[in-house]
């Protein structure tokens, strides 16, 4: 029953320091089926916690009704941790960003407020009634009463302070968890003088250090009476529509993960949690607008649970951090002198004993000298971008041995049996030199291989080898004490894998894949069908009928073999069912542009639209503008499709008639995750007809303004409520003192940075009987639009629309008219259009949700009959059967190949939906979906001419169980 407590040094379980390794794992984007399995994996590479976020609307996606069974049953995901002997930290918002729907905020609370992350009513009362329900069940779980939580955060990267907003909520979680737990929040420096604990997250572009070490060191001097945590240290980055895989800003080299651990390990930093450890899947339309099902996030453990390069490189750290967990939460930092070689070297010591860092950022290998205490260590090879821990002054637990150093990195030091194994590692090829002392004279019991060179001096001993593809074992002996020392690859490092039963502990180390349990009398591994592995094994006891390659040890060699392989047989079932339009009495009526939120429709996902209007006077022309669509629509008018397009297009109006009728299929696919500014989801603020003018701005006066940061570091704003900023700016104080801080005005032809830009411009009596539109492009930074003085509304950068639009029509006057464009902390626009049209469409609104298959379950069973009355969407069906025998894991994935936007459909459940503009084509099958007969329904939206849908069924991996009875 442990207290969380902390200190400057460190978190403490118990009385125990703890350097808190952790991965991010969401159980809202895993099925529940396989909740064990990746948090095995989280266990097999000795992280010691896992982290979720706890998505408020996956939990109350309807107001009041509150869902924790299946999927949802958070309180089971917690204890299962527990189970494993993993530690949890919650974080339940109310906001968690996530590239999930509203960063966590149920849809139908756009019915309440337009302010979301602020102290102002109602948002406050709504999170934190959601924090009554939610903390309850954390407090359950907590490790002081025998559970596996033992951090909990409040809110998430609020950047801009709102210090307010977080006591509220550090309150309401005080009431319920005590002081048992930490009270941490991510990435706002603004509470650093509160009791709340500020962790950093930090996402940099690979080999770009600065920032990264910039952040740990802010944090240091800043909240010097807490530990240093990264809170979301770059495991990856997630996927949006039109951008490459495995993520938007391609891939990050398991390496640069090593490193950026290392460096924080070699800045102080005790804690550290992997965004993300493994990803998943985005259900349904639970992700936030543009991002992909996929939310792989190239993280260490893949979507479908392969275990990629990262994993391993995590895992290397797993077990020198459980190792040295002591001396890492213990050592300070310390001063070290660099006799030869170009690196960034760091020392962190306590007592005689010191851990150097050595950081090779460079494309080439380099060899470091190096002075600690009283210690030369000569000739340290480094890797190209890499960065190398070398021990100094070491003595192992329960001998008389000192290490004065190795070359080599260490990877584990426990006790098998009745001795004392310590593991080492290097790359292939790499020359090592290893010097140990004793108090008494050292003994070599025995040397694996001719290759290790061993001199021994009485109490000193000199090891030197060449590290080849096999591991080297060197068995010592002081007084009664025995040391066994291993050096190996990085890789089989990496494959080291522990297990125990009631005789003891044992370490195979070996290229094997994955170890997955440990029971009774055998060891089950898991590794690619056709695959020939081996394993150095480290015994405690005799084991009967092993390769004794030393005492106790064995060389064990294994294959992977099957009887039979997977199979799949996909069968088309040719048909294409086509969808009619919804019947007008079926639908709702509605005041034209009112939001779907607005209009009492809450979830995400597709919606028809029927506008009839008449035509008051004849168009100049046949433009017809579809000036703000959240997020994606396909027109019909008349029956006829004219085009499609995101947020903000135009297409070519044909056929208008003096009474018309605009059929609209429009997908939502979620809200932007910034949590700040609303973009709801439907028809918005106008569709226009008969384009007259569209001009580009480029002349402005410009005003200087300070950025938001400098702001405060003077001393004028102290609570800013950024969110309120955004939404209502002439209502906040800080608002109007930013605008008074204005430096005089100089002419410019575009967007600098922060400031207020200015643009007059005349219009006349008969100019005003037209709509005028702002159409914004590549937002950079918080924008807030002005006209005449007037709060038009804001834009932010964070919005992957990529363009944004205002109806600026309301605020214009005759005669002289001033757009002010106001930029807080970026760099403003990359383009500004201001577009003028001669009609808006009015007439009556009609919506209902879904499409026709989507109401009527197309996707459980294909519809008896459906005539082909409208270009619009049809359904195809496919079976598919699936063999995968046991003992070998076959994880399914559906291909598809279409230029229509698809929502694919498993045995009745959506896996997936897929836009022509990729990047996602592989669509993975959690396993618990998967039967021997399986049906695939896919529903398409043709978005161009001759619509065209294939699928393909695979498997990503095929690995195979090996049970070895290893245990006599």
Known sequence: MSVVSYDSKSFKIGSKRRFIFSGEIHYFRIPRGLWYDRLLKAKKAHLNTVASYIAWNWHEEEEGVYRFDGDRDIETYINLCRDLGLFFIARPGPYICSEWDSGGHPNWLYAKTNVFRTVKEPYLSYALRWYDVILPIVKRTLCSKGGATVMFQIENEYFWGNVPLHFALYEKAREYLGDDVPIVTNENRYVHSTPIIDTIDSYPDPWVLNEFERKIEEVKKSQRDKPLMFMELEGGWFSIFGKPLPTERGSFPAGWTEMLVKTAMARGVKAINFYMFHGGTNPEYFTAKYITTTYDYDAAISEWGELKPRYYAIRRLGLFIESFEDLLTEAEESEIEVLEGEADVFCRKIGDTSLVFIRNIQDKSICVKIKVSDVEVPRIPVPPKYMKIVLV??????????????????????????????????????????????KTPIKVKSVSSKEVNVTV??????????????????????????????????????????????LGKFIAISDIYFMREADGNKVVFEDYIDSKRTA?????????????????????????????????????????????????????????????????????????????FKLREKPVNNTLYFSLVNDYAVVFLNNNRIGSGYRCFEVEAKDLKKENELYVILEATGHNNDGMLPILNGLLNGIYLGKIS???????????????????????????????????????????????????????????????????????????????????????????????????????????????????????????????LIVIDSKGVGRLLLKTYQLKVEGTWRVIEGTQGIREKWFEEKPSNALKTIEKCFWKYWRLQVNVPQKILAPLKITIDSNCRCLIYFNSKLIGRYVPEGPQRDFYVPEPLVREENKIAVMCIPVGEEPKVEIKAGFYTTTVLKEIKIFP
């Open 457 to 502: 001096a009485d109490k000193v001993i000199v090891i030197k080898h060449v590290q080849g593809r096999k591991d080297y074992l060197v068995e010592l002996t002081s007084e009664d004490k025995t040391l066994l020392l291993v050096f190996t690859t990085k890789e089989r490092a990496g494959k080291t894998w522990i297990f125990e039963n009631s």
């Open 694 to 820: 569209e001009k580009e701005i480029s002349s402005w006066s410009y005003y200087e303004i300070p950025s938001l940061k400098e702001v405060y570091e003077k001393g004028i704003v102290s609570r800013i409520d950024y969110s309120l900023l955004l939404n209502n700016p002439l209502a906040t104080e800080e608002f109007n003192k930013l605008l008074e801080l204005k430096k005089p005005p100089k002419e410019v032809k575009e967007f600098t940075g922060s400031g207020v830009y200015e643009h007059v411009f005349e219009l006349n009596e008969e100019d005003l009987r037209h709509s005028y539109i702002l159409e914004l492009h590549e937002g950079r930074g918080a924008i807030l639009v002005f006209v005449n003085r007037k709060h038009a509304g804001s834009w932010l950068s964070w919005d992957r629309g990529r363009k944004y639009s205002f109806d600026i029509s309301d605020y214009l006057k005759k005669g002289l008219n001033k757009l002010e």
């Open 536 to 612: 150095t094994v480290i015994s405690p006891v005799k084991l009967p009928g092993f390769n004794e390659i030393l005492e106790k040890v064995y060389n064990v060699e294994i294959e992977f073999s099957a009887e039979k392989l997977p199979s799949l047989k996909l069968t088309p079932l040719n048909e294409a069912f086509y969808e009619d339009k919804p019947s007008l009495n079926t639908m709702t009526e509605i005041k034209p542009y009112t939001p779907l939120e607005k209009a009492g429709f809450y979830r995400n996902g597709f919606y028809e639209y029927i506008i009839l």
């Open 393 to 438: 002054n070491y003595v192992f637990p329960e001998t008389l041995f000192k290490l004065k150093y190795s070359t080599f990195e260490p990877l584990l030091v426990t006790r098998v049996g009745n001795r004392v194994v310590a593991v080492f590692y290097g790359d292939e090829n790499e020359e090592n030199e290893t010097v140990l002392e004793s």
